[in-house]
């Protein structure tokens, strides 16, 4: 397996531009995560998904921010409007549920918002 | 609500130095422990993992114990490489639940 995909690798956008991250999971994994990585605050989990359904966006950090999963082995995190502070590296993660459960991550996308 | 506290770094070493990295741990349940490590542009990968009390996980000579009566599971290695340096990450995850809780990351720097 190719492990967890991530398109783009590094992207860079100016304030106010709408921003779409994408991500691929590990074919079988039915849990996937988006984590937000900056220097300030670490890794943030930002939204997660149980077989394509969320769960838990408590850790979205406003409206700005939208995450879908319409398939198994797609989802996107969209930012509209992007802003300077969304700058950070944002990470997929995909696992499936047996015991114990292990994430496995994706290389990430750098967003830089100018 | 859960929780991982892991000491601040960066933490420098030599080479072939002895390594510690403390982590601590709350959670309301019995949850399984994990050091994951992150390498410089890489995303996260699991480095070891326990799933019980007194299970001791390792890999690539890293050792951690999960200690419940002190609710820790600090990393340990003997003779630590320039091949080290990167950031560590505890992490801990409830049974039956797939959400994980990391810790702020420690950065090691080891220097030849």
């Known amino acids: 397996d190719a492990g967890v995909i991530q398109s783009p690798r590094h992207e860079v956008t100016e304030m106010g531009q709408e921003v779409t991250l994408r991500c691929k999971p590990i074919?079988?994994?039915?849990?996937l995560f988006w984590y937000r990585q900056t220097m300030m605050r670490g890794l943030e989990l930002l939204i997660y998904f149980n077989n394509n359904v969320p769960i838990d966006d408590s850790g979205m950090p406003e409206d700005r921010f939208s995450a879908k999963m319409p398939n198994a082995s797609f989802s996107t995190l969209k930012i509209q409007p992007s802003e300077p502070r969304d700058s950070a590296v944002y990470f997929c993660?995909?696992?499936?549920?047996?015991?114990?459960?292990?994430?496995?991550f994706g290389p990430g996308t750098r967003l830089t918002v100018l | 609500g859960d929780s991982v506290t892991q000491m601040e770094g960066p933490v420098t070493l030599s080479e072939e130095a002895f390594l510690t990295i403390n982590c601590t741990y709350t959670a309301t349940g019995y949850p399984s422990l994990f050091w994951y490590v992150q390498y410089p542009g890489e995303g996260l990968q699991l480095l070891l993992k326990a799933t019980k009390a007194d299970d001791k996980g390792s890999n690539k000579g890293f050792e951690a114990t999960y200690r419940k009566e002190t609710t820790s599971f600090h990393l340990e290695k003997g003779s630590v490489q320039v091949s080290d340096s990167a950031v560590y990450f505890c992490a801990l995850s409830e049974d039956n639940f797939n959400k994980f809780y990391f810790g702020s990351g420690t950065k090691l720097n080891v220097k030849p």
């Open positions: 074919s079988g994994h039915d849990y």
């Open positions: 993660a995909s696992s499936w549920g047996t015991e114990p459960p292990t994430e496995y």
